[in-house]
């Protein structure tokens, strides 16, 4: 096997093993990564470079190497889970940095977070005085969410007394002319029941871009141009 091939099969394969092991892990988002998670995802691309173009390393050492992190980030979030003290330990606690419109500086300056950073936050959350903010605080992810003062709140409809309704939610039936099964359960209807809806249209579901139904039972059409 040349050098340019081996490097080839060893990346193909170990995609091939990192695909599978994301969907065991989940579908975090990077924002809602703990810092060990953060700290595994740069391992794991860390390994994933070196055992794929290094082709003197071990390819199955690494590959148990990328097992062992995916695993222990696994059993580390069931673990937190299942225990308040330990999801509170590996993610860490919200922190209050604005309490009642008075800045907590000593949170600030536990957690690194400059006023400078803080007014950054707030301009990018909308708000261009720290004076119109009566509660922030630092989430687990690093982010922080402010809630203005009183007067500073918007109106509501709910203030305003307007009645509203919730917008029901949408389904996707057809997609580029192929029947979504799973969606068509979910709102209890089935392929002879959309037969029967597209025959009374006039439809046929290979000239369907996306054909959408609400819970209400409100049929929208995207025909194929």
Not at 93 to 112: A, F, T, Y
Not at 156 to 182: A, F, L, R, S
């Amino acid at each position: 096997m040349t050098e340019t091939t081996n490097v080839i099969f060893r990346t193909i394969l170990v995609l091939i093993i990192l695909f599978f092991l994301f969907k065991i892990m989940g579908k975090k988002q990077v924002s809602q990564m703990s810092m060990f998670d953060y700290i595994t995802g740069i391992t794991i691309g860390s390994i994933v470079a070196d055992i794929s173009l290094d082709i003197e390393k071990n390819l199955k050492a690494g590959i148990i190497c990328l097992l062992i992190y995916c695993f222990t980030d696994l059993f580390l979030s069931y673990l937190s889970l299942k225990s308040i003290k330990l999801r509170n330990f590996f993610n860490s606690k919200e922190v209050i940095l604005i309490e009642n419109g008075k800045i907590n500086r000593k949170n600030m300056s536990k957690n690194q977070i400059t006023i400078n950073i803080l007014e950054t936050e707030a301009r990018v959350n909308g708000f261009f005085n720290l004076d119109d903010i009566n509660n922030a605080i630092l989430e687990p992810n690093g982010k922080i969410s402010f809630e203005p003062k009183e007067n500073n709140k918007p109106i509501t409809k709910k203030d305003m007394n307007i009645k509203t309704n919730n917008n029901p939610i949408v389904y996707n039936i057809i997609i580029d002319g192929e029947i979504v099964d799973e969606n068509l359960r979910h709102v209890n209807k089935d392929r002879k029941w959309l037969n029967h809806e597209l025959k009374v249209l006039g439809k046929r579901k290979e000239e369907i871009l996306l054909l959408t139904l609400d819970s209400n039972e409100k049929i929208n059409i995207y025909p194929k141009h």
